[in-house]
């Protein structure tokens, strides 16, 4: 089947798309969603993904991937550990949003369950659940978690999680491109979704924010994320 010039042309931009804007956007999203609330609300699964059929579709080589892979998995454990130092500069509150969505009573002290219950390994699994993945480190940094324990499961968290999605990507955009009426399709609609799920994701925020603050305590961590003190 001959490709449509049209379709084709429509998505020039994205199909030629420069690293430096695929870096920006990689670490960006990355960054804020292992760091802030706001985080809590971005697609950043979905964004790596597409980040790495763009690469793809740009002929990028493994090498270029894997610097990416290198660089997200970088911007992942900053952010992981300014998630922590927000937490722990909490004084053991967290402040929760009444009837919100995802900032609530409820999974604030599923989060601390989680991790009381298996430590080291719930940072990992934490990686490969979007809203776990923004409050865990601040949970862990308010319940007090060691903090050398809670930096290397996050860094391993980070080595897996990074790589893993950006070469699925990578490897599926190299499939696509055996295909060329279908790579500018599947890329423009991955793109539009990104951006449509971002901006929701921002709005979603707000409301969010917007909703009665409510204080969390962790007075009553469980003893076995505490750091030892003296």
């Known amino acids: 089947m001959a490709s449509s010039p049209l379709a084709v042309g429509s998505f ?4 030629s798309a420069g690293p430096a804007l695929v870096w920006t956007v990689v670490l960006t999203f990355v960054f804020l969603e292992c760091a ?3 985080g809590l609300f971005l697609p950043g699964d979905s964004m790596l993904i597409t980040a790495g059929i763009v690469m793809a579709s740009n002929a990028s080589n493994e090498a270029h991937v894997w610097a990416l892979s290198l660089g997200a998995m970088v911007a992942a454990i900053a952010g992981n550990q300014v998630g922590y130092v927000i937490g722990h500069r909490t004084g053991q509150h967290l402040v929760a949003r009444k009837d919100g969505r995802y900032i609530n009573v409820r999974n604030l002290q599923r989060v601390t369950e989680l991790l009381h219950r298996h430590g080291f390994v ?8 979007p809203w776990v993945r923004t409050l865990c480190p601040s949970v862990a940094g308010a319940a007090r978690m060691d903090h050398r324990k809670f930096t290397v499961a996050s860094t391993v968290g980070a080595i897996i999680w ?24 599947v890329i423009g609609t991955l793109v539009v979704g990104l951006v449509i799920g971002t901006a929701l994701g921002v709005r979603h925020y707000r409301q969010e924010m917007s909703r009665p ?5 962790m007075e009553g961590a469980p003893s076995t994320l505490l750091e030892t003190e003296g």
């Open 12 to 15: 020039d931009p994205l199909m």
């Open 36 to 38: 802030v609330i706001l």
């Open 122 to 129: 719930a940072v990992l699994v934490a990686r490969w659940i």
């Open 162 to 185: 990074a790589p893993v999605l950006l070469l699925i990507g990578y490897y599926a955009g190299s499939f696509l491109e055996g295909i060329p009426w279908l790579m500018p399709i």
């Open 213 to 217: 603050a409510e204080d969390f305590a």
